[in-house]
């Protein structure tokens, strides 16, 4: 990787009409780079987000008795999948 | 810990209702287990718009509140013109009129998802065979 610059992927993603066309409004007027830079500015904050919720329920956890147990997930898992 | 009622029903991922989300808000852990882990494991869990409403008040100050909604693996349903003719049929047969505890049953129903809820008794007035768990 050169110094600074990451790695690229072109993907090919379905976006609503509506979010296109914001976007590349926000482009023709100079308010953001380009559609990629935009989208690439987008997906780290929401990796960001959910990091940073995964962080906030571990800090409950550690609050309220420590991370959580084999035995508490075997519970979490039976709910999640409907008692099954 | 509360066991799931009415076990044996596929479903997969959480409703929670605005019993739940208190209780998130409040870190009581078995809102903050099964929260973790439904997202850990790729399952949605799902806010029904009528019980986020009943609850969000200032996000400033209810922080794991705006952290969930901020999360991908958070999915807020509308009452929508589909939904809303469901939920009043849905009264009419019970006899009540709580529109969020209908909104939650309806959105479970929908989505065959278990419940995490503070009030079991009025949800399975509405739908015995929901799979609901007391926060």
């Given amino acids: 990787m050169v110094l600074g610059m990451a790695h690229t992927q072109k993907v090919t993603v379905t976006l609503p009409i509506d979010q296109v066309a914001a976007i590349r409004d926000l482009v023709r007027d100079g308010s953001t780079a380009s559609v990629s830079g935009f989208v690439t500015a987008a997906v780290a904050l929401a990796l960001e987000d959910r990091l940073a919720f995964e962080e906030l329920l571990d800090e409950g956890l550690q609050k309220t008795g420590g991370p959580m147990t084999p035995q508490e997930q075997r519970w979490a898992d039976q709910i999640i999948r409907g008692g099954t | 810990m509360g066991r799931p009622d009415h076990p044996g029903r596929h479903v997969s991922g959480l409703v929670l209702d605005v019993g739940a989300l208190i209780a998130l808000e409040r870190e009581q852990r078995p809102a903050l287990l099964l929260v973790k882990r439904a997202l850990t494991a790729g399952n949605p869990v799902v806010v029904p718009a009528t019980a986020l409403a009943q609850v969000a008040r200032d996000l400033r100050r209810q922080v794991r509140l705006a952290r969930l909604l901020r999360h991908t693996g958070c999915l807020v349903t509308p009452l929508d013109r589909v939904v809303g003719l469901r939920i009043g049929r849905l009264l009419a047969a019970s006899g009540t009129s709580d529109v969020v505890d ?34």
């Fill in chain 2, 102 to 135: 209908a909104h939650v049953v309806t959105v479970a129903q929908v989505l065959r998802m278990a419940v995490l809820t503070s009030d079991v008794g009025d949800l399975r007035a509405l739908d015995p065979d929901l799979v609901l768990v007391a926060v």
